[in-house]
């Protein structure tokens, strides 16, 4: 069995700050990408940042310079540190990650629950 567990989400205020987490666990071999993506209702679910698994990095241009990616390899683990939080930031952020298992080979695409994040005063 293989996980993607999400944590971090919340009620924030405009302007303020979370760090969301996401934790693979199982009997992993590797991971590749690792991302996060949100889904506002009545949105489609869109890609936020996406990190290689030799840190490079890409982001949704609306959240340049406010969200940054980073993983921790020896953890098996995503983050995303999110600061000057808008209204607009509100949505469910999900885990996406490409995981190579030793019991049921690629996991391509694999999705957490997600987790709530919303940005209210």
């Known amino acids: 069995q293989v996980q993607l567990v999400e944590s971090g989400g919340g009620l924030v205020q405009p302007g303020g700050s979370l760090r969301l987490s996401c934790a693979a666990s199982?009997?992993?071999?590797?991971?590749?990408?690792m991302g996060w993506y949100r889904q506002a209702p009545g949105k489609q679910r869109e890609l936020v940042a996406v990190i290689s698994s030799g840190g490079s990095t890409n982001y949704v241009d609306s959240v340049k310079g406010r969200f940054t990616i980073s993983r921790d390899n020896a953890k098996n683990t995503v983050y995303l540190q999110m600061t000057s939080l808008k209204p607009e930031d509100t949505a469910v952020y999900y885990c996406?990650?490409?995981?190579?298992?030793?019991?049921?080979?690629?996991?391509?695409?694999?999705w957490g629950q997600g987790t709530q994040v919303t940005v209210s005063s």
């Open positions: 996406n990650a490409d995981i190579w298992t030793w019991r049921f080979g690629p996991l391509l695409g694999y």
């Open positions: 199982g009997s992993i071999y590797s991971i590749n990408a």
